[in-house]
């Protein structure tokens, strides 16, 4: 079955052996960036060991920035409506940079987020689908804690393996401020060592992260979506 993903945040940090970076090389990554419609932020801003790239908000809650630190990079689009592609050309991008313009010669620890909603197509609040399908409660198994609780969900934590490149961290709620839709999220992380010369396995790791919500996670929550599900309204 077919359940659209409405992503709401893409993070990426991008973690390096520490590095000393002048004022005018992180001048010279900002140009650069600015100068490639897949990477540009329009602000800049030098702050002690670093520099913050970002856009302007044009929403409440909004964030698209990426920041420099003595060792790492982190990447931030949180409710920009950005595509899984567009950040993955950006995360391409500025990858590149670090390496030509930084003088970064490794980056071997990545972490990913990737924060969506779905919605269950049999239940009209996710938190019925959380506590009577995916837990099998009814209403007075809430009783011994004198109310209900408003927001239900699970975690998993999924080991690196032979097969599978990286440990994901993955978190399935309701959501408070839109019941009818599951708050998901995957934390990806991976030790393994990036060059200029295969910047192509830093973005395969950033795509499992998002593609083990679209594939296998969205799987297994279908199973559980229409039983037991109360009557429509």
Do not use: W
């Not at 600015?34 to 409440?60: E, R």
């Not at 050309?89 to 969506?116: C, D, H, M, S, Y």
């Not at 809430?142 to 927001?151: A, D, G, H, S, V």
Request: with cysteine; charged share 20%.
């Amino acid at each position: 079955m077919d359940y659209p993903m409405r992503t709401l945040a893409y993070l990426a940090e991008l973690i390096h052996p520490p590095k000393a970076h002048t004022p005018q090389d992180l001048q010279r990554f900002h140009t650069a960036a600015f100068q490639d419609s897949s990477c540009l932020y329009q602000n800049f801003q030098l702050h002690p060991g670093g520099a913050t790239l970002s856009n302007p908000a044009t929403a409440p809650n909004q964030i698209s920035a990426l920041t420099i630190v003595g060792d790492r990079i982190q990447l931030r689009e949180e409710l920009t409506g950005i595509a899984r592609e567009e950040f993955q050309a950006k995360l391409t991008r500025a990858t590149a940079l670090a390496f030509e313009v930084l003088g970064v010669g490794q980056i071997p620890v990545q972490n990913f987020v990737v924060r969506t909603l779905v919605n269950p197509r049999n239940f009209y609040d996710s938190r019925e689908f959380v506590a009577r399908s995916l837990f099998n409660m009814e209403e007075e198994d809430f009783n011994c804690l004198q109310r209900k609780p408003e927001i239900l969900g699970l975690r998993f934590v999924f080991p690196q393996t032979s097969d599978n490149r990286g440990v994901f961290n993955v978190r399935v709620e309701s959501y408070a401020t839109e019941p009818r839709s599951l708050f998901i999220e995957n934390v990806g992380m991976f030790k393994s060592l990036v060059t200029a010369g295969n910047v192509e396995d830093l973005t395969s790791n950033f795509f499992s992260t998002y593609d083990y919500i679209d594939g296998q996670l969205i799987d297994f929550l279908a199973q559980f979506d229409g039983k037991d599900q109360p009557p429509s309204p």
